[in-house]
């Protein structure tokens, strides 16, 4: 099972930045679309930000749009969530996400591998 290594998580101001960090550990796994979901204490796991195998197209959550930006480079296989002006209903457990289908989906069913979670914290 291929597993996905999370960094970049910690604690920061309200109005702070952060980048998320996701690669498999596993380095000649070839991941297709990818995404970012965030899942809050007694709350369901949401789509954050996803994008396509080769960063063509890129969907976000409407609570995100022009503050979070996701991206790949696929030479180093790895994707990255870039986050600013962080707000305290941004924190939760961010968990990276990769599928073998090339089109970013924004459903968590839609995922094939998952990594262990990385957790944000927002400080108002």
């Known amino acids: 099972q291929v597993q996905l290594v999370e960094s970049g998580g910690g604690l920061v101001q309200a109005g702070g930045s952060l980048r998320l960090s996701c690669a498999p550990a596993?380095?000649?796994?070839?991941?297709?679309?990818m995404g970012w979901f965030r899942q809050a204490p007694g709350k369901e796991r949401e789509l954050v930000a996803a994008?396509?195998?080769?960063?063509?197209?890129?969907e976000y959550t409407d609570s995100v749009k022009g503050r979070f930006t996701i991206s790949r480079d696929n030479a180093k296989n790895t994707v990255y969530l870039q986050m600013n002006s962080l707000k305290p209903e941004d924190a939760a457990v961010y968990y990276c996400?990769?599928?073998?289908?090339?089109?970013?989906?924004?459903?968590?069913?839609?995922?094939?591998?998952w990594g262990q979670g990385a957790q944000v914290t927002v400080s108002s």
């Open positions: 996400a990769a599928r073998t289908g090339w089109v970013a989906a924004v459903t968590p069913g839609s995922y094939n591998y």
């Open positions: 596993t380095r000649t796994f070839t991941t297709g679309a």
């Open positions: 994008i396509s195998w080769n960063g063509g197209t890129t």
